[in-house]
């Protein structure tokens, strides 16, 4: 075990009562205290002021020293120099001064730089486009790809990569949306009467058929059944003679059961517009440069 350090320098008058020693008042006044001791005066109070003053500053200075870790001794007058050198010195980090006062900071600063410098893997983001292996030395640094975002990962997985900055969206991301459609003609068709069939009669009188020629189109004559005298309706006196009753038939069904008949099958086209270019577009968000350094070994 080290010897503890030590010291031998003691105060002066150090249990002397306060009677016998000057007060700072009159120590401060004391004419042998401005002008020096004279001869065969020899003021006992005065020179207690004096040595304990003198004595106390050197023992409070040799604490200091062992205090330290040096010895304060009056016999050695070197190693005493050498030691309050080192003691008033004081120490960085538990770092202590050499003999001649000075510390060697390379393990401290070493430290410090080890606990200042970016970690492997830590970024710098700046303005500056100067590569921070000029700042921090021994240190190796790629700049990030141009356009590349920093996104916050989960645990464990920072270091992947992804996204894009431009975008063209897929079927399923598209939102709803409308198109314009336009149907062309083909042009006109018939259809037929088909089975359809609307029938009837009508009573008309025909001077002997002579209206005859003028009952056209879906109605026909049917033909005259002589005298019709007995029929009700059919007696039309003129100049006493008899008229023939002839029948204008027209068939009408009381309810509609016909069909038309079909004229082939045909087709219209739809032409559907398009909406939109498909063009890709731009995906950031609002956003200020920067120089993005990452620092690899």
């Given at each position: 075990m080290a010897e503890e350090p030590k010291s031998n320098f003691r105060i002066f008058a150090e249990n002397v009562g306060d009677a016998n020693v000057e007060t700072d008042n009159e120590y401060e006044v004391d004419s042998?205290?401005?002008s020096g001791v004279v001869p065969g005066?020899?003021?006992p109070r005065m020179h207690n002021k004096l040595y304990k003053q003198a004595t106390i500053m050197v023992a409070a200075i040799a604490q200091v020293i062992v205090q330290a870790g040096y010895n304060a001794l009056?016999?050695?007058y070197s190693g005493l120099v050498s030691n309050i050198r080192q003691a008033f010195?004081?120490?960085?980090n538990g770092v202590k001064p050499d003999s001649q006062g000075?510390?060697?900071l390379t393990e401290v600063l070493e430290e410090i730089r080890r606990m200042t410098y970016p970690r492997v893997g830590d970024f710098i983001i700046t303005k500056n486009p100067e590569n921070p292996s000029k700042k921090y030395d021994g240190t190796t640094w790629e700049l990030l790809k141009k356009d590349t975002f920093i996104m916050s990962a989960e645990n464990g997985k920072a270091g992947e990569e992804g996204g894009s900055n431009s975008h063209s969206n897929s079927l399923d991301e598209m939102p709803p949306h409308t198109h314009k459609a336009t149907v062309s003609s083909n042009g006109g068709h018939n259809h037929g009467r088909g089975t359809m069939n609307i029938t009837g009669t009508l009573c008309l009188p025909t001077h002997t058929g002579r209206w005859n020629p003028y009952i056209t189109g879906a109605f026909w004559a049917e033909p005259s059944n002589g005298d019709m005298k007995g029929n009700e309706g059919a007696d039309f006196p003129e100049s006493w003679r008899w008229h023939d009753i002839g029948y204008a038939t027209f068939d009408a069904s009381r309810s509609w059961t016909g069909r038309t008949s079909t004229d082939g099958s045909h087709a219209h086209d739809v032409m559907i517009s398009n909406t939109g270019e498909g063009k890709p577009y731009d995906n950031r968000p609002q956003y200020i440069s920067a120089y993005i350094w990452i620092r690899t070994k």
């Open positions: 042998q205290r401005n005066i020899a003021d009056d016999n050695d010195a004081g120490s960085v000075n510390i060697d």
